[in-house]
């Protein structure tokens, strides 16, 4: 399955007429949060690709359109903030979101709030495990765990509880934006226990089975 993954920014060279030329065959897009909803919703047209995808600490109530259309969703897509997924195959959860560090705002969690969150989908990941004989291949997230890729302020400080999922769930990969990375000595990948961690600012393409 070929994935692209997209998080924080929109791309000229993917919203374009020819990104299908560009990027042929995409089977899934995966949208990492802090993106407007019309970009995933070009994006699911112009390849002719699933999506999924969790907000980010900045996608904060409807969005709105140059033409006057209010947007709440992606359509044609699916939100798996708390969710378990058979995405073609894939078992894909997400959780969206970042560290709070304002009170009362949208998608932001304290740890015990996404400790909380990540509770709501043990049962699925459990019936996962007894049906497919493992519980998960993809964490979808907007925040990194804590201490893999996150950052010294409470923004960008990433979740302990994200490292329990790995410990206990085991994914192959768990993708998340919100660390905008522009050198190259900043480490993007990294591996955790038997989890890939990828930070997919601002989007990368990779084959399910290859990277």
Not at 184 to 193: C, G, I, L, R, S
Request: hydrophobic content about 35%; proline content about 5%.
């Amino acid at each position: 399955m070929r994935i692209l993954a997209v998080s924080d920014r929109v791309l000229d060279q993917l919203y374009c007429s020819d990104v299908r030329y560009k990027y042929p065959d995409i089977d899934l897009i995966i949208g990492c949060g802090d993106l407007p909803f019309y970009y995933l919703e070009f994006l699911v047209s112009a390849l002719d690709s699933a999506l999924v995808y969790v907000l980010g600490n900045h996608d904060g109530g409807p969005q709105y359109t140059a033409d006057g259309k209010t947007l709440t969703k992606a359509q044609g897509g699916t939100d798996v903030h708390k969710r378990v997924i058979n995405q073609g195959g894939l078992l894909i959860a997400g959780l969206e979101g970042s560290m709070r560090y304002r009170p009362n705002a949208r998608q932001m969690y304290t740890e015990s709030e996404m400790l909380w969150n990540v509770l709501t989908m043990i049962p699925h990941l459990m019936w996962n495990r007894r049906r497919y004989g493992r519980s998960l291949d993809i964490l979808v997230t907007h925040s990194p765990p804590f201490q893999i890729h996150d950052g010294q302020d409470i923004a960008h400080t990433g979740f302990k509880v994200f490292r329990s999922v790995m410990k206990w769930f085991r994914p192959k990969f768990l993708l998340h934006g919100h660390m905008h990375v522009y050198r190259n000595d900043v480490p993007k990948v990294t591996e955790f226990h038997q989890t890939k961690v990828i930070n997919v600012y601002p989007y990368r393409v990779f084959e399910y089975d290859s990277l």
